[in-house]
T-cell receptor, first 116, second 111 residues
Framework: DTGVSQDPRHKITKRGQNVTFRCDPISEHNRLYWYRQTLGQGPEFLTYFQNEAQLEKSRLLSDRFSAERPKGSFSTLEIQRTEQGDSAMYLC??????????????FGSGTRLTVV | TQLLEQSPQFLSIQEGENLTVYCNSSSVFSSLQWYRQEPGEGPVLLVTVVTGGEVKKLKRLTFQFGDARKDSSLHITAAQPGDTGLYLCAGYNNAGNMLTFGGGTRLMVKP
């Protein structure tokens, strides 16, 4: 397994356009998370899936944002009608679901979005 | 909402110096993790602490979880330029299903 993969690594888009990012988690992991990180800040939680079910969404996830994990494997995060404030690094992570959360997340390298 | 505050936000030191980074909260966490992130990459897990008062060592890095499980510290001995990066603490919520991250401490170690 090559870890968590995210595509694309970089995306520049014009304000108002739609963008979609993809995340391929570690195959044995059944939890998948999306975080957003702006420059110099820590990652902020957006949403997470256990298998194909989206179990929690942050209030940061406005109605312009939608995430899917249709078969419980890869996930996509779509942003519609992008705004300059959406510019950030979008991080995907995966983990095991356990009763005792001693396992950490494995993060991908992120997709850096720039909205011009 | 469980919040984690890290201090200092920035730290620039010379190679060979020691340093301590702090992670504080008013909330109790079931466990707390430390990650290190390099520019253009995702965070990488360094350690998980679970028990109040627990101390873990990873080579020159020493991690401590507060007795009340509300705070943690990371101490680096004889820092090296390779330690440069963003250090993030993160705590699991009570349900154990989501990590909340602190704002990070950006460390620069000059040769």
């Amino acid at each position: 397994d090559t870890g968590v993969s995210q595509d694309p690594r970089h995306k520049i888009t014009k304000r108002g356009q739609n963008v979609t990012f993809r995340c391929d988690p570690i195959s044995e992991h059944n939890r998948l998370y999306w975080y957003r990180q702006t420059l110099g800040q820590g990652p902020e939680f957006l949403t997470y899936f256990q298998n194909e079910a989206q179990l929690e969404k942050s209030r940061l996830l406005s109605d312009r944002f939608s995430a899917e994990r249709p078969k419980g494997s890869f996930s996509t995060l779509e942003i519609q009608r992008t705004e300059q404030g959406d510019s950030a690094m979008y991080l995907c992570a995966s983990s095991f679901a356990t009763g005792t959360p001693v396992y950490g997340y494995t993060f991908g390298s992120g997709t850096r979005l720039t909205v011009v | 909402t469980q919040l984690l505050e890290q201090s200092p936000q920035f730290l620039s030191i010379q190679e060979g110096e020691n340093l301590t980074v702090y992670c504080n909260s008013s909330s109790v966490f079931s466990s707390l993790q430390w990650y290190r992130q390099e520019p253009g990459e995702g965070p990488v897990l360094l350690v998980t602490v679970v028990t109040g008062g627990e101390v873990k060592k990873l080579k020159r890095l020493t991690f401590q979880f507060g007795d009340a499980r509300k705070d943690s510290s990371l101490h680096i001995t004889a820092a090296q330029p390779g330690d440069t990066g963003l250090y993030l603490c993160a705590g699991y919520n009570n349900a154990g299903n989501m990590l909340t991250f602190g704002g990070g401490t950006r460390l620069m170690v000059k040769p």
